[in-house]
C-alpha cells in the first residue's frame, strides 16, 4: 500500500517559517516540537524567500548574526570537543595502525575490533568516520558469530604476543615465525600480516654512522714515541697535554705542564 504524503495548511507554513526567523533556535528543533517531517521546514524557508526575492546566507554567516550568545558558545564548545576526540583516537590509531595508509588499509575487521575497545571512550560515529567504515557494519560486525578463521587467528596472535614479549620486543616476524612454528601451524607471511595489522614491531637498533671522513692519500702521523711513556732527561722525552677551559661564553685551549 502506497504511503500516503501529509499535507500542511499553507497557514501553518508561513506560521512555522516565521518562528524560525525570529526565535533564533535550529529548524530540526522547531521540528520535532511541531511535529513536521524532518528537513520540511528549511524547504519552507528557502522557497518563501525565493517567492519574496529573498538571499538566505550560508549558515556559516548567519551564525554570528542570528544565534545568541548562548548557543554560538555551545557550538564552539561541541566542535572543540569533537577536535580533541579526534586527537586523541589518532593517537591511538597510530600505536595500532601506524600511518594513514596502513590505517584505511586495514580490513574491516581489525577496523571494526579497534573500534570495540575503544567504544567506552569516544563516539562509535567518530571512529567510524575516521576510520571510514560504516556504523551498520560494525554493528553488524557485533552481532556476527565469529569465524573459525578469526578464532585460527587470534590464536594465532597469541602465541605471536607470548613470543614477543618473551624476547622483549627484539624480535620481527621471521624470528617469531620459527619461534612459533612446531607449536602452531602458520606461515612467515601470515605471522608478518598479523603483526602489521595489530601494530607489533621488533625494535631495531640504529646502525653506526661514521662522519669523519678520511682521506687515505694522507699518511699517518710517525709514532716517535713507540707508547714509551717513561720519564726521561730534559733532553729526552717531553709530553705535554691540552685542556679545554671555558672563560664566558669564550672556550679556550690551555697547554698543560711539560713532563
Known sequence: MKKQMREYPEVFKEQAVSLLRSSGRSAADIERELGITPGLLSRWNRLKAKAAGEVIA???????????????????????????QEKEILKKQWHRFGSAQHRLHAPK????DFVERHRSEFEVSLMCDLLQISRSGYY??????ISQREMANQHLLDKIKAAYEANRGCYG?????????????????????????????GKQSKRYKTTTQQN?????????????FQRQPASGKVVRGYHLSTFGRRRLVVPGRGD
Not at 72 to 81: F, G, H, I, T, Y
Not at 109 to 112: L, S
Not at 173 to 201: F, T, W
Open 58 to 84: 550560508p549558515r556559516s554567516n548567519r551564525f554570528l548574526a542570528e544565534e545568541p550568545l548562548a548557543e554560538q558558545v555551545k557550538q564552539l564548545e561541541r566542535e572543540n570537543a569533537r577536535l580533541r
Open 109 to 112: 575487521p581489525v577496523r571494526y
Open 140 to 145: 553488524d560486525w557485533r552481532t556476527r558469530p
Open 173 to 201: 616476524s621471521p624470528r617469531i615465525y620459527h619461534e612459533i612454528k612446531d607449536e602452531i601451524p602458520c606461515s612467515v607471511n601470515r605471522v608478518a600480516r598479523l603483526m602489521r595489522q595489530h601494530g607489533i614491531r
Open 216 to 228: 687515505k692519500n694522507h699518511p699517518a702521523a710517525p709514532n716517535h714515541l713507540a707508547q714509551d
